[in-house]
């Protein structure tokens, strides 16, 4: 087997981090091409803030692929996953700050409300990502730490789906 040199395996993966946007990209314009939306439904903001949720989601979950090839030439760097561990943990109190944020935020809407929101709404990609490095991770040590960190932001984002469900069924009645 060829052994890559370092500026290869940097090509490698930004390759693919660049082929999961146009894949977002692309898979937009092919539900746009399959699902065209009636003149009456088509929303303009509303419209282009699905197709943004939609490429986001889309390339989210293709970049798994190079973000993995990029864990596993990055194994043998100890410092890289004592960084990566600390940093997830960090990483996950944020997503505790988002939701407070959220709650304290509802009543006076501003640019935290903003920040919170987004937070929020990249939580499942985020799960996805640091579960991805945790199964990559050399060390039991830094693998506990990014699978917490992993279950800890699909825990608060599940919390988040199931608190506005209950508020939006209060709010009903």
């Not at 960084?83 to 709650?103: I, M, N, Y």
């Amino acid at each position: 087997m060829i052994a890559l040199r370092p500026s290869a395996k940097i090509g490698i993966v930004c390759f693919g981090c660049a082929a999961a946007l146009v894949l977002g990209c692309v898979s937009v314009s092919v539900r746009h091409w399959l699902l065209p939306l009636p003149p009456e439904e088509a929303n303009g903001g509303m419209a282009a803030f699905g197709d943004l949720l939609q490429a986001i989601a889309v390339a989210g979950v293709v970049a798994v692929v190079p973000l993995a090839l990029a864990l596993y030439w990055l194994r043998a760097v100890e410092r890289f996953w004592t960084s990566l561990q600390r940093g997830a943990a960090l990483f996950a109190a944020t997503g505790v700050l988002a939701l407070l944020a959220f709650v304290v935020g509802r009543k006076s809407p501003g640019g935290w409300l903003l920040v919170s929101m987004a937070r929020i709404g990249v939580m499942p990609l985020c799960a996805l990502a640091l579960a991805t490095c945790a199964a990559f991770a050399p060390q039991p040590r830094q693998r506990w730490w990014l699978f917490a960190a992993a279950v800890s932001d699909a825990a608060m984002f599940l919390g988040y789906l199931l608190t506005i469900g209950a508020f939006a069924a209060l709010l009903r009645r």
